[in-house]
């Protein structure tokens, strides 16, 4: 199954704990799984990207990056 780049927002201050809880429910470890100012990125197939959205008590959304571009202004959109 292709993995899915997935970004899970999160209030300020509870990155570290949402990697936790992430880890937890996806097993995803290293570069498979990075917290960051406001979230955490993590790479996930589609059953964990369910199972986060579902069992998830940190995070606020679970976002698919559809995709990546550099970005300038709202003209680039």
């Known amino acids: 199954m292709n ?3 997935l970004f899970l927002p ?3 201050g509870v990155e570290d704990y949402l990697a936790q809880e992430v880890h937890a429910l ?3 470890v290293g570069e ?3 917290a960051m100012r406001g979230g955490v ?3 996930a197939d589609w059953r964990e990207a369910l ?3 579902l069992h998830s008590r940190l ?3 679970v976002l698919i990056e559809l995709a990546h571009a550099p970005y300038r202004n709202e003209h680039d959109l």
Do not use: I
Request: glycine residues 4%; hydrophobic residues 40%.
């Open 3 to 5: 993995d899915l780049s």
């Open 10 to 12: 999160c209030a300020a």
């Open 26 to 28: 996806t097993g995803r």
């Open 32 to 34: 498979d799984l990075v």
């Open 41 to 43: 990125r993590v790479r």
């Open 51 to 53: 199972r986060l959205n």
């Open 59 to 61: 995070a606020q959304r």
